[in-house]
């Protein structure tokens, strides 16, 4: 399980130094115009189907939630009725 990490890292490490000593000054890069509510909502989706942040909001934030306390929301809706 190791080797494939030292592997990768002396991989990326070739790749760093090879483009460092490459005589080639010229970056060639693509760049797409794109609307900001479009990769507003691609982020909002990529983050929403990352299974990490589901799995930090479930183990971060119930540390700070009152349960003895009633829901906010919920309080203010029956007041209004």
Do not use: W
Not at 28 to 38: A, R, T
Not at 50 to 57: E, G, Y
């Amino acid at each position: 399980m190791y080797y494939s990490k030292y592997l990768g890292a002396f991989y990326l490490i070739y790749l760093g130094i090879r483009r460092l000593l490459s005589k080639d000054d010229h970056i060639p890069m693509v760049v797409q115009h794109k609307k900001l509510s479009h990769i507003f909502i691609q982020g909002t989706f990529v983050a929403v189907l990352n299974p990490k942040t589901a799995l930090f909001f479930l183990a971060f934030l119930p540390q700070f939630v009152d349960v003895s306390r009633e829901c906010i929301i919920l309080t203010r809706h029956q007041e209004e009725h």
